[in-house]
T-cell receptor
C-alpha cells in the first residue's frame, strides 16, 4: 500500500542554518504531496503542497519539489529561525482523498 | 472563521469509562476524518466520513465508533476506554483546492486513560 518515510529526528540546528528534512514515498498512481507543520500544543497546519511531478511548493521560506524519478519530496529552508521549531509531517493524498502521513520529524532551532 | 473545532481539549478517563469526542466544521466540507497521533507513528486514520450519512473504517478502528450527525458534526465515541487509547485525537475536514485534496485540522483532544 501507499506509504511515506521521513528522516528520523530530532533535528537540532542553530538559527540561520540550512534545513533539509528528507521524505520519500511509495504510491500507486500520481498522488499529491504535502508538508504539514505542528507547533507545540496545536493541530496540524498545511505548510505547502505539490500536485504533480516537478511542481515546487513554497511557503514562509520553505520549499519542496515533487521528484517522481526519486519518489521524494524533501523539505528545505535556507535560514531557519527559532520560531520554526515544530514537528514536520510529510504526507501524500491517495485517489480516495485519504492522507497517508510519515512519522514526523521534530525540529529544534537554538538561538 | 473558526474552521474545525474539537471538544474537549483534555480528558482523563478510567479504564472502562466511555466518552464522546466532538468535532464540528464551519467550512461546508463534505468529508471529515478522525486520526490518532502517537509518538513516532505519525497520524493514523481511525474513521472517516465521505459525506453526510456515510462512515467508513480507517487503519485503526477497533474500540471506536463514529456518528456523522449532520454535515457539520462528526463525533468519535469510546465505549469502554483502554489504556492503549491514550493518545492525541485530531479531527479534520477536507476540501479540494487547486486540484489537490486539502485537509484542515482541529487543535486536538489529549486523552489519558488510566
Amino acid at each position: 500500500g501507499d506509504s511515506v518515510t521521513q528522516m528520523e529526528g530530532p533535528v537540532t540546528l542553530s538559527e540561520e542554518a540550512f534545513l533539509t528534512i528528507n521524505c520519500t514515498y511509495t504510491a500507486t498512481g500520481y498522488p499529491s504531496l504535502f508538508w504539514y507543520v505542528q507547533y507545540p500544543g496545536e493541530g496540524l497546519q498545511l505548510l505547502l503542497k505539490a500536485t504533480k511531478a516537478d511542481d515546487k511548493g513554497s511557503n514562509k521560506g520553505f520549499e519542496a519539489t515533487y521528484r517522481k524519478e526519486t519518489t521524494s519530496f524533501h523539505l528545505e529552508k535556507g535560514s531557519v529561525q527559532v520560531s520554526d521549531s515544530a514537528v514536520y509531517f510529510c504526507a501524500l493524498s491517495s485517489n480516495t482523498g485519504k492522507l497517508i502521513f510519515g512519522q514526523g520529524t521534530t525540529l529544534q532551532v537554538k538561538p | 472563521n473558526a474552521g474545525v473545532t474539537q471538544t474537549p481539549k483534555f480528558q482523563v478517563l478510567k479504564t472502562g469509562q466511555s466518552m464522546t469526542l466532538q468535532c464540528a466544521q464551519d467550512m461546508n466540507h463534505n468529508s471529515m476524518y478522525w486520526y490518532r497521533q502517537d509518538p513516532g507513528m505519525g497520524l493514523r486514520l481511525i474513521y472517516y466520513s465521505a459525506s453526510e450519512g456515510t462512515t467508513d473504517k480507517g487503519e485503526v478502528p477497533n474500540g471506536y465508533n463514529v456518528s456523522r450527525l449532520n454535515k457539520r458534526e462528526f463525533s468519535l465515541r469510546l465505549e469502554s476506554a483502554a489504556p492503549s487509547q491514550t493518545s492525541v485525537y485530531f479531527c479534520a475536514s477536507r476540501t479540494t483546492e487547486w486540484g489537490a485534496n486539502i485537509q484542515y485540522f482541529g487543535a486536538g483532544t489529549r486523552l489519558s486513560v488510566l
